[in-house]
């Protein structure tokens, strides 16, 4: 069974930085997995952050991130983080984990939300100007 649980989140002010991590049970570096952050403002739909394959450590980012945010895994700790840098008030949010297993590491690429099978429970990121 996969756990996902986020910690991390806070306020902070623009141009500041947060390190959220996402605490995986069921997972680990010998199993295919994508694991993903998302984000979702009120009003909003829910927007995938970052994405990290657990087997080849293949990322991608969504633009308006790139350059600024992080995504890493720490096998050891069965942890994947998302260090954020040069926060923007734009970057506030509900931010959640959610993994899916992916034998094919292009699927890290591809997956949409809904294929996700599990998500944890978020943690709030709000960054003011």
């Known amino acids: 069974q996969v756990q996902l649980v986020e910690s991390g989140g806070g306020s902070v002010q623009a141009g500041g930085s947060l390190r959220l991590s996402c605490s995986t049970s069921?997972?680990?570096?010998?199993?295919?997995?994508?694991v993903a952050w998302f984000r979702q403002a009120p009003g909003t739909e829910r927007e995938r952050v970052a994405a990290?394959?657990?087997?080849?450590?293949?990322?991608i980012y969504d633009d308006s991130v790139k350059g600024r945010f992080t995504i890493s895994r720490d096998n050891a700790k069965n942890t994947i983080y998302l260090q954020m840098d040069k926060l923007k008030p734009e970057d506030t949010a509900m931010y959640y984990c959610?993994?899916?297993?992916?034998?094919?590491?292009?699927?890290?690429?591809?997956?949409?939300?809904?294929?996700?099978?599990?998500w944890g429970q978020g943690t709030q990121v709000t960054v003011s100007p």
């Open positions: 990290i394959h657990t087997r080849s450590s293949d990322t």
């Open positions: 069921g997972i680990s570096s010998r199993n295919y997995y994508c």
């Open positions: 959610a993994a899916d297993f992916c034998p094919a590491v292009s699927a890290v690429y591809t997956r949409r939300p809904g294929e996700y099978d599990y």
